[in-house]
């Protein structure tokens, strides 16, 4: 769901883009709207939407102005105006779109599919440099088993298995662990570490991935020469964070 946040001094201008974004069934939240510029920079500075639709042309200055007033843009911007001469400023400020107005829909959801996509990626890229900078500061993890208690190095783990309320961590040296606690315990904190979840059952080291066959309804095999399941609904993501490595 993306959040958005619709920046015009015309009410008609505001409902025709609010109507094409109902009707086109794009997932996306409107946050609210404005109609000058000193209340578009309070709107998105309480609501930090992801998206602005923005006209050029407002009572208190134009679209330029209100971008200026933040000292870093953390939204993305498509800007709907009447006025076609200023779309080489506008792209140089990083806009996704341009549309001119009366706005034909298919040009509005067009944009906004795109903007969907990008921001999409730009989630993708936060969550994979997140993981990574984790894995700098995540290195030992304690596992307790029936014997001992254990220090191991992370990267050592090549991948983990659950087994009802136990979890077997398989390790690069061959050496298989089990430990009485379920794969959740240990879930959130190694997928901080570079972790990711294929299947309700299994956990793998990303470092440690060999390659994604396709055969047998698609699977992953470790560096071990082993085969991990990959559910359905984690495919997606799981082919998307191959793009970001």
Do not use: W
Not at 96 to 114: G, M
Not at 169 to 193: I, Q, R, W
């Amino acid at each position: 769901m993306i959040t958005a946040v619709i920046v015009d001094d015309e009410s008609n201008a505001r409902q025709t883009i609010r109507e094409i974004l109902r009707l086109s069934g794009i997932k996306l939240d409107v946050l609210g709207e404005a109609g000058d510029v000193a209340s578009a920079y309070d709107l998105i500075t309480t609501k930090a939407p992801q998206l602005v639709f923005l006209d050029i042309n407002l009572p208190d200055g134009n679209g330029f102005d209100l971008l200026n007033r933040f000292e870093k843009i953390c939204f993305r911007v498509i800007f709907i105006t009447a006025h076609d001469e200023y779309a080489i400023r506008a792209f140089r400020c990083s806009a996704l779109d341009y549309i001119l107005k009366p706005v034909i829909a298919a040009d509005l959801i067009t944009a906004v599919e795109k903007a969907a996509e990008y921001i999409s990626q730009e989630q993708m890229a936060m969550k994979v440099n997140a993981l990574l900078s984790n894995l700098e500061k995540l290195r030992k993890i304690i596992l307790k088993t029936a014997e001992s208690i254990h220090i191991i190095n992370i990267g050592s783990i090549i991948r983990c298995e659950a087994d009802v309320n136990y979890t077997h961590f398989h390790l690069d040296n061959g050496k298989k662990m089990t430990v009485s606690k379920p794969l959740k315990d240990y879930a959130e904190v190694l997928e901080k570490a570079g972790f990711f979840r294929t299947h309700q059952s299994h956990l793998v080291n990303l470092e440690h991935v060999l390659r994604y066959d396709k055969s047998e309804g698609g699977h992953i095999v470790m560096d071990d020469d082993s085969q991990v399941p990959v559910s359905l609904r984690k495919k997606d993501a799981l082919f998307r964070l191959f793009e970001q490595m």
